[in-house]
C-alpha cells in the first residue's frame, strides 16, 4: 500500500510505473488466445505475459476512481488483481476479447476495495431520487435522439454537472444488495433507484456506456448478423449509431424486420444473462 506516499511521491511513482508498463506491447488477437490455451495448460510464463501486456487497462479504469477515499496507486493494485482473475477464468472460445471481460473484474476489486476503506463519498440524501430520474430522462432521449445520449445532453436536461451525472452512474453499478439502504438516513433501498423492470433489460445496459463492456462479454450467444445489428444500433465498438431505416438499407429487408432482429438479439442476451454464474455477476441480475 503507498498511503505513506506524499503526493510528489506518489505522483513520481505513478510516473515511474507508467513508464515501466509502456514497455510490455500489446497483444494481437491471435496472440492472446494462443497464450489463454498455455494459460489453461499451467504455463505461468503465459499467465505472466497475458498480465504485462494488459496493465495498461487497469490504469485506465483505476483513473476513474480517484478521489474517493484510496490513493491511485492503491487503486491500480486492487485493479490488478481483478486482472488476474479474470485473465484465470478467461475462454477466448466464448468470443468475447480479454479486455472485454476484464473490464467487470477489475471494476469489482476496485470498488470494493473503496468499499472496504470506508472512505467512500457519502451519497446525498436524495440520491435516489435523482438516479431514478436520471435512468427515466436518458431512456426518454434515447428513443427521441434514436441513440444513446450524451453526458453533456443529460446535463442540459437535468441540470446536473457532468461530474454528478458521472457519479449516478457509477454508484448505480456498485455491488451491493438491492435490499441495502441507500444511505444511512433514507428508507430507500438500492433496488429503488434502479428505476421501472422494463429499464434492466439488455436494452436499457446498451445505453448504459459503463455497462456495455459487461455485456458485451455475453455476446458470444448471438449470430453474427445479430452482432452487427446491435454493435450499429448502439454505436458500439466505437461504431456510429445506424437508425432501423439505415441498417435496413444496408441489410436490405425493411425497418420492421431489422426491429424484430434487433429484439430478438435483446432477448438472447437476456436470457444469456439470467444463465451467468451469480458470483461472476456480483449478485446482481440484469434480467427482465
Partial sequence: MHNYLTAEDSSAAFKKYLSEIAQFPLLTLEEEIMLAVKIKDGDLEARSTMIRSNLRLVVKLALSYTNLGLPLLDLIEEGNIGLMKAIDRFDPAKGAKLSTYAIWWIRQC???????????I????????????????????????????????????TGLAVA???CLTSALIRPRSLDAPVTD????????????????????????KD????????????????RCILTARFGLEGE??????????????????????????L?????????????????????A
Avoid: W
Fill in 164 to 166: 454528478e451525472i458521472s
Fill in 110 to 120: 476496485i470498488i470494493r476495495a473503496l468499499q472496504n476503506q470506508g472512505n467512500i
Fill in 211 to 226: 455497462l456495455r463492456a459487461e455485456l458485451l462479454a455475453v455476446f458470444y450467444v448471438l449470430s453474427e448478423r445479430e
Fill in 122 to 157: 457519502r451519497l446525498p440524501l436524495h440520491f435516489g431520487e435523482k438516479a431514478k430520474r436520471l435512468s427515466h430522462i436518458s431512456a426518454s432521449l434515447s428513443e427521441e435522439l434514436g441513440r444513446p445520449p450524451t453526458e453533456d445532453e443529460l446535463c442540459d436536461e
Fill in 240 to 265: 456510429s449509431v445506424k437508425t432501423l431505416d439505415q441498417l435496413g438499407t444496408v441489410l436490405g429487408v425493411t425497418r420492421e424486420r431489422v426491429r424484430q432482429l434487433q429484439n430478438a438479439a
Fill in 267 to 287: 432477448e438472447k442476451l437476456r436470457l444469456a444473462i439470467t444463465a451467468r454464474d451469480v458470483e461472476s455477476r456480483g449478485g446482481l441480475s440484469l434480467a
Fill in 185 to 208: 438516513s433514507t428508507e430507500m433501498d438500492f433496488g429503488d433507484t434502479l428505476g421501472d423492470d422494463q429499464e434492466q433489460t439488455p436494452l436499457a445496459v446498451l445505453r448504459n
